[in-house]
């Protein structure tokens, strides 16, 4: 796990943050590919989203790996909501918490995980069916301690995050990763490789040597300040670019849908918080001030675009300051530790064996039908998308439907990946053929071809 170890394998490449990639290993191009893996359990912490919580649990259940467990960390109505649905009930772990703190909750969840590995996830956020598949083989490189993905936003296709790299201020930066090969990245001296809090995973016995999360960080930065102390041990991580989710970005008290924030108390609290643990510089306000002038130039972009009033700039950045006061005078205090509750491994167990991808594709005013369609292979035991062309150049978007199938729609001639051209004219048959092929590698070849 740390830097030099070299006890056992050396499966994946080695990349520094900064510059290309050199490769020191074997994996296979194309992505890491084995049939066997760590047992692994998947973290879901969730509060007064039981909505939110139904749709992750119902992708999650579709992974195409072996073995993993599900451990849920909920509020009451999480947990009733997880009473109703055959799919989960006694076949999930299931922790109460009532409480709004993100670090303590993901605590619980380590407590009571029994695989080999820890991955969590955001219960707004959904994963591809090949996400453990990718994500868990790379800790069969001794070398590796942590690992994270890709998390792909709001229209489903393109990327909310990719690789970043953090220091001791809170500063992150892109770090480019060539092709979607799993690799270790070593950082530079003082900084961490920063894994994506609905897209990461760590070693079991590395987060309860670590003590965890710092349950002073109620939201914002816990996992970074998990990153820096990793960094600090000389534990190395692992980006798994295939290995990716959906993050839809639910409503909360501290966040509308549209990504407004109703409160920005937590953020600025977390910073000062933060800083005061790693920032090696005298004074932390100049870190402080840039952030809050980032975060008033998007309270302005919402302003511009009509989604807050001129008065409701100035009122939410006071609760930035808010924040920011109490996270100077918050008490830091030791991390308490992970007591591990003894619990043994619930691997999940389907209805059905999963049988693969499988594609419905029509046109938009074929949707009834094809929709009726992949809810029937869906509830067959296939992992679906349902592909829905219209005659125009639209963008595409993509979705986990509540049904429980993927669904892409767009335009015929429009452009799914953003790099794309605007407008491209192609047969039906040819579109959908490509789309299928770019899904493949995060959801397996269509086992029926499109339907």
């Not at 009451?76 to 922790?95: M, Q, S, W």
């Not at 029994?114 to 090949?130: H, Q, R, S």
């Not at 990719?162 to 990763?177: F, Q």
């Not at 999940?348 to 039908?369: F, I, K, M, N």
């Amino acid at each position: 796990m740390r830097g030099g170890r070299g006890a056992g394998p050396s499966l994946l490449g080695t990349q520094q943050s900064r510059g290309c990639p050199e490769d020191r290993g074997d994996a296979p191009r194309g992505g890491y590919r084995v049939s066997d893996g760590p047992s692994v359990s998947v973290v879901v912490v969730s509060h007064g989203r039981p909505d939110s919580l139904t749709l992750c649990l119902r992708a999650l259940v579709q992974q195409v790996y072996d073995p993993f467990e599900i451990v849920v960390v909920a509020c009451k109505a999480g947990r009733r909501r997880i009473d109703t649905r055959p799919e989960l009930y006694n076949r999930v772990k299931v922790v109460a918490f009532d409480e709004r703190n993100i670090s303590q909750g993901r605590n619980l969840g380590i407590a009571e995980a029994a695989g080999e590995v820890v991955a969590f996830i955001d219960d707004d956020a959904m994963a591809e069916p090949l996400w453990l598949h990718h994500l868990a083989p790379v800790f069969l490189d001794d070398r590796v301690g942590a690992a994270t993905g890709y998390v792909r936003g709001r229209n489903g296709i393109s990327f909310q995050h990719r690789l970043t790299d953090v220091g001791p201020e809170a500063d992150s930066r892109p770090v480019r990763v060539k092709g979607d090969e799993p690799r270790l990245i070593a950082p530079p001296d003082g900084r961490g490789i920063k894994t994506e809090g609905t897209n990461m995973a760590f070693r079991r016995d590395l987060l309860l040597e670590l003590q965890g999360f710092d349950p002073a960080y109620r939201f914002y930065l816990d996992e970074t300040d998990l990153n820096l102390r990793l960094a600090e041990q000389g534990i190395l991580s692992a980006v798994a670019p295939l290995a990716q989710v959906h993050h839809g970005v639910a409503s909360s008290p501290r966040r509308r849908t549209d990504r407004v924030p109703e409160s920005l108390f937590d953020v600025g609290a977390s910073l000062a918080y933060f800083l005061r643990r790693h920032s090696l510089a005298e004074d932390y306000s100049p870190a402080g001030r840039a952030e809050r002038r980032r975060r008033q130039r998007s309270l302005i972009g919402h302003m511009i675009d009509g989604r807050i009033e001129p008065r409701d700039v100035n009122r939410i950045l006071a609760t930035f300051d808010e924040g920011w006061a109490e996270g100077m005078g918050r008490e830091m205090l030791p991390l308490p530790g992970i007591e591990p509750s003894g619990a043994e491994f619930l691997a999940y167990r389907a209805d059905l064996p999963r049988l693969g991808h499988a594609v419905v594709a029509g046109r938009t005013w074929q949707a009834r039908s094809r929709r009726a369609e992949a809810l029937r292979l869906s509830e067959a035991g296939y992992h679906v998308t349902a592909m829905l062309l219209s005659p125009t150049a639209r963008y595409h978007r993509a979705w986990f439907d509540a049904e429980g199938y993927w669904v892409q729609r767009g335009g015929l001639f429009g452009r799914s990946v953003r790099q794309a051209p605007l407008i491209r004219i192609q047969s039906f048959g040819k579109r959908v053929r490509a789309e299928v092929r770019r899904l493949s590698s995060v959801r397996g070849p269509a086992r029926n071809g499109p339907v």
